[in-house]
């Protein structure tokens, strides 16, 4: 709200073009807040904005943009003004910005970069998408072994401005190797000892991650080490940059949409939702919609086959929809809780002993109480003339949502074994698996309950 009631007074600054106070606006806050106060600017706008700030300024605040704004500011305005903004920002944002910027545009900004920072972008782009070395940053602080606890002071001074981050500072010897790690707040405290050297200063057991490792592992070993900041060393083991606990967020964020997307059966968007086309977007959900419609012909088959025992039973059909939407809602749960469970590192491929065995007490439990509302729904609309028949629903129950939270459980594990995605195995997916099954379960507990009783 505050943003809203803000807007007028910042577009009436524009339209007054007035410095001062455009300059302030710029400074005020932390530059995540200015950026939050610009969102309902567009993108024209908020370059306007940023002209009145100092460079160093317009840096801190451009990050923390929309990504979209972002692209449309550098694909909209002088490329000698963007490409002095593009040259201050972090190694890794701007990376990551370029890749989703048109290809012709990035080819008349890299001309005008500085030649270090085109050497560093082009050098980051060489890394595959979605591995440590695309989303490293290069800016850290690099000390080599043999220097003294004074002269790191000295050396930590001149780059600090430079860097990303000086929580960690890591240790190198002569050839760029990396040998160790230590703490700013370790080097202050042995400020005491000036000629100590970082040799024996430093930790020795450093983790670290190759170049070439996926980013899901990059994030699950600095959640799982608690790091603000973890080391990249290519296949020599040479130092060439670490990933930020920021990053770590990124890509996790990023994770969490495409198995959300997955989990919906829609392909994974490389873009954001507004800025992907419409035929795109169509094609990404359609292609799924159709393989599970196709899949829901099995359904109907399957009833199919059961024609003339629902013809005879009519009253069967009454139930058809709640038998398999609680198979189909307790395959999705399961399917949902192993996929995430997965994601986090909680289950593995080890534990599928055990997690088939909870799923099947669980289905057992779940698929006894909804058998007693079951049993509730067959009185109530159910036939009267054959007490058995009253049992037809809530044994159906039980097997089906057994049924649902077994295949749920398992199809995800199924899929990492054989080096697939789990969130493939979505909830649309489990469901029309379990309808089919239900159909069939259901169908024949009423066939051997009818040939019991007769």
Known sequence: MVNTLYLPELREMLA?????????????????????????????????????????VRQ?????????????????????????LVAGLPPDDRVDLLQDVREEIVRELLPLLPTEERRDILRLQAYPEGTAGAMMTTSVVRLGEDLSVRDAMTALSRQAEEVETIYYLYIVDATD????????????????????????????????????????????????????????????????????????I????????????????????????????LITLSRKRGVWLSVLFFGAL?????????????????????????????????????????ITAMATGDVTLGDWYRVVRRELVMGLLLGGFLALFGFAASFLFGPRHEPA???????TLVLVVLTGTLCGASLPLVFRRLGLDPAIMSNPFVA???????????????????AWTS
């Open 16 to 56: 007054e073009e007035n410095a001062a106070e455009l300059r302030e606006f710029s400074i005020a806050l932390h530059p995540a807040r200015t950026a939050e106060f610009m969102e309902g600017l567009n993108a024209a706008e908020t370059w306007a904005v940023l002209q009145y700030a100092e460079p160093a």
């Open 60 to 84: 801190s605040i451009f990050p923390y943009i929309g990504r979209d704004k972002q692209i449309d500011i550098l694909e909209s305005h002088d490329r000698a003004e963007i490409a002095d």
């Open 177 to 248: 190797h990396l040998r160790g790690v230590v703490s700013a707040r370790k080097l202050v405290a042995a400020i005491g000892k000036p000629d100590l050297r970082l040799r024996e200063l430093m930790e020795t057991d450093v983790t670290s991650v190759t170049t070439l490792d996926d980013q899901e592992e990059v994030a699950r070993k600095v959640a799982h080490y608690d790091l603000h900041a973890i080391p990249v060393v290519d296949s020599e083991r040479r130092f060439v940059g670490i990933i930020t606990h920021d990053d770590v």
């Open 250 to 277: 990124d890509v996790l964020r990023e994770e969490a949409t495409e198995d959300a997307q997955r989990i919906a059966a829609v392909a994974p968007l490389e873009e954001s939702y507004l800025r992907t086309s």
């Open 298 to 338: 099995f359904t109907a088959m399957a009833l199919d086959r059961y024609d003339a025992a629902l013809a005879q039973t009519s009253w069967l059909v009454l139930f058809i929809p709640l038998v398999i939407s609680s198979g189909g809602n307790s395959g999705s749960q399961s399917a949902t809780l192993i």
């Open 389 to 395: 028949h009253l049992l037809i629903l809530p044994i």
């Open 432 to 450: 029309g698996i379990v309808d089919i099954l239900g159909i069939i379960i259901y169908m024949n507990v009423a066939l051997n309950v009818f």
